[in-house]
């Protein structure tokens, strides 16, 4: 493909900005294809649209950062995240590329647009808008939330990291998936608040779940880890590197990284949880 071969993976580390435009072309194609492809399964074909061509380009992605393991000075006191925190840049870039490009065009699209391309996004919206009036129904502090809630982000992680073992950049599905329900929900509010356009699928969501936006923070560093420590691993096995001396600091570092993605798990959750309660 060309698209992918625009940007290198040591030039995406140098410029993390050229990935999140890269990011906005895929999903703007993707968008464009879902228009002409128009049926019932849009809202899963756009994210099969912007997935499909970023699959090349994270894997080169992952297989150079995975050949090029080299000792660093500590960053926030861990090396692990000094050897590979330029690529863990690239991947937020990326995500907040898609986020963005997601926002936009649901912003600009029409009502009829947006529901034909987006249907199963703004289902899991009003699936989270739900779980938010469940939570404010509630008298009493619930003690649960913050383990309920950690629990199925940490599942969401491991699915991450199995789908970059076993599919090389499969988690990337997830990612275009979270972006988009994002995207969604941000292209809504744009649509009421700065453009004056009523869409009542989303703001019938209520502005209370902007309390996705600092937890998610976490998440979404969780996740990029994530994905990253399975994409390590798998282009190292891809390579049969386990024979050889480096392939345990490869491992060494999956699993420091998989330890970092729960840590912000936990932050998220915490930060998610409270919120919940108050």
């Known amino acids: 493909m060309v698209l992918e071969a625009i940007v290198e993976p040591a ?3 140098r410029n993390p900005h050229k990935i999140a435009l890269l990011a906005a072309v895929f999903v703007s194609i993707g968008v464009a294809g879902s228009l002409l492809l128009a049926n019932e399964a849009n809202g899963l074909l756009l994210i099969m649209l912007v997935a499909i061509p970023s699959i090349p380009l994270i894997l080169k992605l992952f297989e150079y950062e995975e050949s090029n393991v080299e000792a660093r000075a500590r960053f926030a006191g861990s090396r692990t995240l000094a050897r590979h ?4 840049v690239v991947m937020v870039a990326y995500f907040l590329g898609l986020c963005a490009a997601f926002t936009c065009w649901y912003a600009v699209l029409s009502p009829e647009q947006t529901e034909t391309i987006f249907s199963s996004q703004v289902n899991e919206l009003k699936a989270i808008r739900a779980s938010f009036q469940g939570f404010a129904v509630q008298e009493q502090i619930n003690e649960l939330a913050f383990e309920t809630i950690f629990l199925h982000n940490l599942q969401v992680g491991v699915i991450i990291v199995a789908f970059s073992l076993l599919y090389g950049a499969g988690a990337i599905f997830v990612l275009v998936w979270n972006a988009s ?6 292209g ?4 009421a608040n700065i453009l004056h356009t009523a869409d009542a699928a989303i703001t ?3 502005m209370g779940v902007l ?3 600092p937890h998610g923070i976490f998440e979404l560093l969780a996740y990029s880890t994530a994905a990253l420590a399975g994409g390590i691993i798998s282009q190292a096995t891809i390579r049969k590197a386990y024979g050889k001396p480096e392939f345990g600091q490869i491992l060494y570092d999956t699993l420091k990284l998989f330890a970092w993605a729960v840590v912000f798990l936990a932050i998220g959750a915490l ?3 409270t919120g919940a309660k108050a």
């Open 204 to 206: 019938d969501v209520g």
């Open 85 to 88: 925190f330029s690529v863990l």
């Open 271 to 273: 930060i998610e949880s």
């Open 181 to 186: 329900v994002i995207g969604a929900f941000l």
């Open 188 to 191: 809504g509010i744009a649509k």
């Open 11 to 13: 030039d995406a580390c």
């Open 211 to 213: 309390g996705i936006l």
